[in-house]
């Protein structure tokens, strides 16, 4: 039988980029508006009116300018400084006012209700406070599991007062009957065609099949799933953030580079800023893969990708090995003649400093760690990339294209919104 002592909310803010842009920006409401990736390459948010015109995520823009149904969408370039610090508003005000939480993306987190009474009154509560003071529409949906309130977030997403609770045993069972297998938390496209080739096409179907052909075809995480379904709790908050085992620093480029001193000039800023990441989070990597590539939306242009693994012996978060690594591979895949439009850096074999083996061959050198704090320190305070390590290939003239930004209304003192009295 179904715990249901145990009551599970997932909040989750609609549309968090374009909602948004229109908080401070009251011209957008109600005209469809997307939100662009870096260097404006593609559509990462929409509004609800933009999507009703057909637009889809990862669209790419200048795609997007030439359809004529699209001449009065309002653009914006992503604005990463001001959605995190929304984020964190939001954050606050549910920590203050539930048991406890789990943050699960910069717009959804998971809220244990348990042993609260009338909990779907103090959703709507919650919701109604966090668009008082910070004028952002949020959804929560209430279930027995976390699996469930994801489920029934999709419900409250149009539901009367934005919230949605399907704690009765009647109201799972038509939700899952309406909810398709594909849609289900930890359920992807590939695992979603499989379950259709034996008939699961719903959540409900996946909740009534046999629990040993679930942990037969599906292992322990399936079996987590269908349990959970059932109302069976199976998968906690979780208050520990696990260690990364990636981690990415990659951009396209405004405008194509044809020489070997402008990728390297890109390819080491992105090095160091992914070992100073790497500091921030405790973290060294064993290795690195550097990747190159041309432009595949120019079939006219010489078309070339290439990648390699460069090997840090011993682990490491120090600029400077990280970044010689870099050059070196970069060195190995390079090729002339080719129209760059993207480079990055991917860290691999993270794992926590601390628990990082002696080396017998190897002495760290203690003022390299105080070189490095250093260098953190001054780059946080006068802004990123301040204080490079190393000869630069090429002096940096190169920046993120964001032509559509909108001001930082939140935590840049110049770029505060100003009223007229």
């Not at 966090?130 to 599991?145: D, E, K, M, N, Y």
């Not at 939140?410 to 009223?419: A, I, K, Q, R, S």
Request: proline letters at 5%.
């Amino acid at each position: 039988m179904p715990d249901v002592s145990r009551i599970f909310g997932l909040a989750d803010a609609n549309n968090f980029y374009a909602s948004c842009e229109r908080v401070f920006q009251p011209e957008l409401r109600g005209k469809p508006t997307v939100v662009l990736s870096n260097n404006d390459g593609c559509v990462i948010a929409r509004s609800p009116e933009a999507k009703a015109l057909g637009i889809g995520m990862g669209d790419p823009f200048f795609k997007l300018r030439e359809r004529p149904e699209c001449r009065g969408v309002q653009v914006r370039s992503a604005n990463f400084t001001l959605y995190g610090d929304m984020s964190r508003r939001v954050m606050d005000i549910i920590a203050a006012n539930v048991p406890d939480i789990e943050i699960y993306s910069i717009d959804e987190c998971f809220i244990d209700y348990t042993g609260t009474d009338q909990a779907a009154d103090h959703a709507r509560m919650l919701r109604a406070t966090i668009l008082q003071w910070t004028g952002l529409h949020v959804s929560i949906g209430l279930g027995a599991t976390k699996t469930l309130s994801k489920v029934t977030n999709r419900q409250a997403k149009t539901a009367s007062g934005g919230v949605f609770d399907m704690l009765a045993p009647d109201t799972r069972e038509s939700v899952l009957r309406e909810t398709d297998v594909g849609d289900i938390w930890g359920i992807g496209r590939q695992w979603s065609n499989r379950l259709k080739l034996h008939g699961i096409t719903t959540a409900y179907d996946l909740a009534l099949v046999d629990r040993q052909w679930v942990r037969k075809v599906m292992g322990v995480t399936g079996l987590r799933t269908v349990d959970e379904l059932n109302g069976l709790s199976a998968v906690e908050l979780e208050h520990v953030v696990p260690d990364k085992q990636t981690l990415c620093v990659s951009r396209s480029f405004g405008t194509t580079v044809r020489d070997r001193a402008g990728l390297a000039s890109r390819l080491h800023h992105f090095a160091a800023r992914a070992a100073e990441k790497l500091r921030q989070g405790g973290l060294v990597a064993g290795a690195i893969n550097i990747f190159i590539r041309g432009n595949p939306f120019r079939p006219d242009l010489p078309q070339y990708t290439n990648s390699i693994t460069v090997g840090l012996p011993p682990p490491t978060s120090d600029t400077g090995d990280i970044v010689c690594a870099t050059l070196r591979g970069l060195d190995r895949i390079y090729r002339p003649g080719i129209p760059y439009k993207k480079a990055g850096v991917l860290l691999l074999d993270l794992c926590n400093a601390r628990q990082v083996p002696a080396d017998l061959f190897s002495t760290p050198d203690p003022r390299r760690a105080s070189l490095m704090r250093a260098m953190d320190d001054l780059n946080a305070k006068h802004g990123a990339g301040t204080l490079c390590y190393g000869e630069i290939p090429q002096p940096r003239t190169w920046y993120m294209r964001q032509q559509h930004r909108s001001r930082r209304y939140t935590t840049h003192w110049n770029e505060l919104l100003g009223v007229k009295s």
